[in-house]
């Protein structure tokens, strides 16, 4: 018997009462106290209302985020279900496949319904399967931008992110493509991954940046700081990895955790970082329809003060 906890057996629980206020794109309230956020929905950049957790479609490819996925029509049933059970933020990139990834998306489910943000990324290529080499030069960001336009069957990206800072393209440089872009209505709000405090306050100087996506979760907080930042700056903070990638999520305390909620790790794991901050965007992937109901059903798991001060000093 299936133990974890089930969409289903969430239905008509309640969300934790002193739901953090949202106004015009601003939270209000504390944004000191870690574990204490409560608030169901953010918006990225103070217009773009997403429910907190979402979807990483990377996972929906072939092995070595490389090719079509084995199962194409199940690869299109997961985005389907996403969307069913709720989850409006589907993150991509034009490298997941390559394109491979946004061009599943746009067969799912365009005609897109209402209120649905597609975020995709631009910059990192791929030579080949699980080889990434960035590629921060304007021009072929500008054509990224039209490419990944033309395969999500999309007038204006939503959330667009610079899939990496390229060593050899001053920062400035790349991102002034995209402020280009934006002014020419491709692109709603721009964001950065994988990036340290100070590049992101060199960036915020070239044009607005809404969102960071940096590697975190409860066994990996190597990006705390740029969280800190991102809750002070209202930007939103969008994990990758936040169950731990193929690696997992592993500790005794975990463990314990889920036991007492009759949880999985997994979903432990979720709702930790669910109450870490009212920026944090969880986006966990998978190509198991089971997986993403279990997933979707962890942001209705709360854990009590004293669970969360366990997690939070438990990081192997």
């Known amino acids: 018997m299936n133990k974890t906890i089930t969409r289903r057996r969430f239905v008509g629980l309640s969300v934790a009462t ?6 015009g794109g601003k939270i209000l309230g ?24 979402g979807f990483g479609a990377m996972r929906l490819t072939g092995e070595g985020i490389w090719g079509w996925p084995p199962d194409r029509a199940n690869a299109v ?9 709720g989850v409006n933020l589907i993150d991509t990139a034009d ?3 390559p394109e491979t990834d946004e061009l599943l998306i746009a067969e799912a489910l365009h005609p897109y319904p209402k209120g649905l943000v597609i975020a995709t990324k631009g910059g990192n290529t791929r030579p080949g399967p699980g080889q990434w ?18 395969r999500l069957q999309l007038e204006r990206i939503d959330l667009y992110q610079l899939h990496r800072v390229d060593p050899k393209v001053p920062m400035e440089e790349s991102l002034g493509a995209l402020k280009e872009m934006q002014s020419a209505g491709k692109i709603r709000h721009v964001g950065l991954s994988e990036v340290s405090t100070s590049e992101i306050e060199r960036a915020r100087k070239v044009l607005p940046i809404v969102s960071i996506q940096n590697r975190y979760n409860i066994n990996d907080r190597k990006w705390e700081k740029e ?31 889920a036991k007492a909620h009759n949880a999985s790790v997994y979903q432990v794991a979720l709702a930790w970082l ?17 997986h993403l109901d279990d997933n979707v059903a962890a942001e209705k798991l709360k854990l009590t003060p004293e669970e969360f001060s366990r997690l939070s000093g438990q990081t192997k």
Not at 30 to 41: E, I, Y
Not at 44 to 50: M, N, Q, T
Not at 133 to 150: E, I, M, R
Not at 231 to 241: A, D, K, S, V
């Open 18 to 23: 002193g739901a953090t206020i949202l106004a």
């Open 30 to 53: 504390s944004l000191s106290a870690p574990g204490t956020a409560t608030n169901p929905v953010f918006k990225i950049g103070g217009d773009l209302e997403v429910n907190r957790l």
């Open 77 to 85: 049933k997961v985005l389907k279900r996403a969307v069913e059970l």
């Open 95 to 97: 490298a997941y496949g």
């Open 133 to 150: 080499v960035p590629n921060g030069h304007p021009d072929y960001l500008k054509q990224a931008v039209d490419k990944s336009l033309k």
């Open 227 to 257: 969280l800190d930042y991102c809750e002070r700056e209202n930007l939103g903070f969008l994990p990758w990895f936040p169950v731990g990638g193929g690696r997992g999520v592993k500790s005794t305390t975990l463990d314990a955790v």
């Open 274 to 290: 669910l109450q870490r901050s009212p920026v944090m965007l969880p986006i966990p992937g998978t190509s198991n329809i089971q």
